[in-house]
Nanobody
Framework: QVQLVESGGDLVQPGGSLRLSCAAS????????MGWYRQAPGKQREWVAT???????KYGDSVKGRFTISRDNAKNTVYLQTNSLKPEDTAVYYC?????????WGQGTKVTVSA
C-alpha cells in the first residue's frame, strides 16, 4: 500500500523559507518518480516540481529559481526547499507519486505566507 506523508508546512512571512518533507512507503523509492503540487484556496491544483528517478528535475515557472526539489533515497523522503516565499505561494502542498498512469497523493501540508 502506497503511503505519502507530508510535513513542514507553517505560517511564514514574505521572503521567508520553509522545507517541506514527504516520507514515502510501499514503493521502491529509488525507482520512483516523485513530485510536488499545490492548491490555493478556490483554485485548481497546480504542479510545482518533479524529481524523476534518474535524477532529472523540473519546475513550474512560478517557482523556478526559488524552490528546489531533492530526495534522500536512504530515507525514502523527497523534500521541497521553498525560498523567497510570496503571499501567492500560500496553498496546501501535496506530495505526488506517479506509477502506471496512476497518481498517489499525501494528505497535504499547509503553507501560509503572510505578514
Amino acid at each position: 500500500q502506497v503511503q505519502l506523508v507530508e510535513s513542514g508546512g507553517d505560517l511564514v512571512q514574505p521572503g521567508g523559507s520553509l522545507r517541506l518533507s514527504c516520507a514515502a512507503s510501499g514503493i521502491i523509492f529509488s525507482l520512483a518518480h516523485m513530485g510536488w503540487y499545490r492548491q490555493a484556496p478556490g483554485k485548481q491544483r497546480e504542479w510545482v516540481a518533479t524529481f524523476l528517478s534518474g535524477g532529472f528535475t523540473k519546475y513550474g515557472d512560478s517557482v523556478k529559481g526559488r524552490f528546489t526539489i531533492s530526495r534522500d533515497n536512504a530515507k525514502n523522503t523527497v523534500y521541497l526547499q521553498t525560498n523567497s516565499l510570496k503571499p501567492e505561494d500560500t496553498a496546501v502542498y501535496y506530495c505526488n507519486h506517479r506509477a502506471a498512469a496512476r497518481d498517489y497523493w499525501g494528505q497535504g501540508t499547509k503553507v501560509t505566507v503572510s505578514a
